[in-house]
């Protein structure tokens, strides 16, 4: 137990955006030592989320995500960049960045059936289906991959920040047009709250049945004077 939690400290120490080997003593396992892998968490953020390359990308980088990592279709945002541009209008791009017109096309172009509907959001749980939808951040709009939804939080695939994990409450404020725009054509590829989405956006290292609002229904043991 010491070790794993020796080792855990070890790689929350390295620098965001750097990912290392080392080769290191564990205190207490006397002549042993053990090589680790270091991955830092902005690393993790953008293993399963394609990064956008432009200030009014977001709409090629977000498609491009849930093409390659929601359905098994390999797509770079490069790629679908040039093809949205070359389809679209093109000096609304460059001021406003796409739309869902121009990603439904794009989408349209490489076999896949998408449109946007006005539903809960709890009905992609129900379908297990991923969206990509528009949040309004601080007056920006932006689009990112739903990628799943549990516990009060919602996953989403941000071509900005990585993956992360948005509380349900803070989401639906930021959700303002409410439309959920989906692949409908391909429901058997569909990749929905996979636990390779979820390892950028771990829970707290409590059981999932405990209530994370508050700290009622944990006991600490009373101790005497000079026990700490």
């Known amino acids: 137990m010491k070790r794993r939690l020796f080792l855990a400290w070890m790689a929350a120490m390295l620098p965001v955006g750097a990912a290392a080997a080392a080769t290191m003593s564990v205190p207490g396992i006397q002549g042993n030592s053990y090589t680790i892998h270091l991955t830092s968490l902005k690393d993790v953020r953008f293993r399963n989320t394609i990064r956008q390359q432009y200030d009014f990308s977001c709409g ?36 406003e960045g796409f739309s869902l017109l121009d990603i439904k096309r794009f989408l349209q172009a490489n076999g896949f059936v998408a449109d946007g509907f006005i539903v809960p959001l709890e009905k992609l749980q129900q379908e297990h289906l991923p969206a990509i939808v528009l949040i309004n951040e601080k007056g920006y709009h932006h689009f990112v991959v739903i990628k799943g939804l549990a516990y009060g939080r919602v996953l989403v695939g941000d071509p900005a920040r990585g993956t992360r994990a948005i509380p349900l409450a803070r989401f639906q404020r930021e959700w303002t047009n409410r439309l959920l725009f989906v692949i409908h054509n391909r429901r058997a590829l569909a990749v929905f709250n996979s636990a390779g989405d979820w390892r950028a956006a771990p829970l707290a290292p409590l059981g999932s049945a405990v209530d994370r609002t508050g700290l009622g229904d944990i006991t600490l043991p009373k101790r005497g004077p000079g026990d700490i």
């Open 60 to 95: 090629s980088a977000a498609v491009a995500t849930l093409l390659t990592y929601q359905y098994g279709y390999p797509v770079d945002e490069q790629w679908a960049f040039e093809q949205m541009y070359a389809r679209g209008d093109q000096a609304k791009i460059r001021k």
